[in-house]
């Protein structure tokens, strides 16, 4: 276990680099600058703030300082969304509210979500199982914009139940439309690998010696079955979960959500280069962790697995 997790660590440490490598040289490939906008500023104050925060200096130069600085914890400060502030700052104040959203969310996706794949492979071809599979393939179909702008529209325009804007403070009525919003999508994908995977589970021989022995049905699906069904739906919880976690970018934006996931979009139309490396680089980071914790959970789920083995 010591030399798979050492292993682990290096690949983690190696695609970091990579992500930063990639990211930082196409952000620097567009044209432009952070300083255009409608009203451009003189070339000279341009030149200026250029040689302010090193933007000047050649792009491979840039690049080591960045990387030299990111080994020691700094991820530099925001040249023009919040400016002048630490990007470390911006990301412990703005990641609670946005980890907070997603755990919400996930919470209930999974929770619904395998739940309703059970009872439909349960009920396979019956009018559940259909009502199922029509739920679950419009949930993967549409775009969480269409999702969160037709909850704003029934539920705060029409039936005006629910606050339009965001409020951390406004209590748990806040919450619902984001978190319905970012973990339907979630839901209706974990149901749908749920389903399959029950499918398979409750055709294995152990199942049928289950049944054979009177078990209930109830005890055949949870207890048995579930467990074995579970695999495929942590593999897709991975990397999920960071990306849940660390904002829906859309759905923070449309619900003007103070959270990571909406400073993002803004640093990239803002071109706030260290902001756009620091959350990239945090959330390439946050997603190699909960894959290694997805690893280790499948040993949880089902102990037969070697992790060592097969070069994982």
């Not at 200026?48 to 990387?67: H, I, R, T």
């Not at 054979?212 to 467990?227: C, D, E, N, Q, S």
Request: charged share 15%.
């Amino acid at each position: 276990m010591a030399k798979y997790l050492a292993k682990r660590i290096l690949m983690a440490v190696l695609t970091v680099f990579m992500v930063a490598l990639l990211t930082f040289f196409l952000m620097n490939a567009v044209p432009g600058n952070p300083w255009l906008s409608e009203k451009n500023p003189p070339l000279a104050v341009q030149e200026a703030l250029n040689e302010k925060y090193g933007l000047n200096q050649p792009k491979s130069v840039q690049f080591a300082k960045y990387m030299g600085n990111l080994a020691k914890g700094d991820l530099g400060v925001s040249i023009k969304t919040i400016k002048n502030k630490p990007v470390v700052d911006i990301i412990k104040e703005m990641f609670p509210t946005s980890a907070k959203i997603g755990g919400i969310s996930l919470g209930w996706a999974v929770l619904v979500g395998v739940t309703l794949g059970c009872i439909a492979a349960y009920n396979r071809g019956k009018w559940a199982d259909s009502l199922l599979r029509i739920i679950c393939t419009m949930g993967i179909s549409l775009p969480s914009f269409v999702v969160a702008t037709m909850l704003l529209h029934t539920f705060a325009t029409k039936l005006n139940i629910l606050p339009t804007v965001f409020d951390s403070a406004g209590g748990f009525a806040c919450y619902i439309m984001p978190c319905l919003a970012l973990g339907f999508y979630p839901m209706c994908y974990i149901a749908r690998q749920s389903r399959t995977s029950m499918l398979d589970a409750l055709g294995q021989e152990y199942i049928k010696t289950a049944r054979a022995k009177g078990l209930a049905t109830p005890a055949i699906v949870f207890k048995h079955a579930l467990r074995n069904a579970l695999i495929p739906v942590l593999t897709y919880l991975g990397p999920q979960i960071a990306f849940t976690l660390c904002g829906g970018f859309v759905v923070e934006t449309v619900f003007t959500i103070p959270g990571l996931g909406r400073y993002f979009v803004q640093s990239i139309q803002n071109r706030d280069y260290p902001l756009i490396m620091g959350t990239t680089i945090f959330l390439a980071a946050f997603i190699i962790v909960m894959n290694l914790i997805v690893d280790l959970l499948y040993k949880v789920v089902d102990p037969r697995i070697n992790l060592t083995k097969g070069g994982n």
